[in-house]
């Protein structure tokens, strides 16, 4: 599995936004599937988006049209940026590459730390 680092969570007021940012760590990301997953304080992880090596993406149904995934070959980083949050966004994010049967459900066995998003007034 690619060694990623996630960056670029914080605390923003509802209806703000944030780019989270995905650096890979001995891969070229280009080269995999990557996806940003998240997990709120007593639930499990699940998957927020994914961007496949043909760059195709998906998101889940809570994000889809405020969030988007995107990748910068040349910095070998892919960005989750998102929009209009809302309190139940609220959650660590996860960045991680991989196989596509495995990106596409999260089914990694090693995660990084992740960064926390909160979304507050």
């Known amino acids: 599995q690619v060694q990623v680092v996630e960056s670029g969570g914080g605390l923003v007021q509802p209806g703000g936004s944030l780019r989270l940012s995905c650096a890979g760590s001995?891969?070229?990301?280009?080269?995999?599937?990557v996806g940003w997953y998240r997990q709120a304080p007593g639930k499990q992880r699940e998957t927020v988006a994914t961007l496949t090596i043909g760059d195709s993406t998906n998101y889940a149904a809570a994000v889809k049209g405020r969030f988007a995934i995107s990748r910068d070959n040349a910095k070998n980083t892919v960005y989750l940026r998102m929009n209009s949050l809302k309190p139940e966004d609220t959650a660590v994010y996860y960045c991680?590459?991989?196989?596509?049967?495995?990106?596409?459900?999260?089914?990694?066995?090693?995660w990084g730390q992740g960064t926390q998003v909160t979304v507050s007034s």
């Open positions: 001995g891969r070229i990301l280009r080269d995999t599937n």
């Open positions: 991680n590459a991989g196989p596509l049967h495995i990106t596409l459900k999260g089914d990694f066995t090693s």
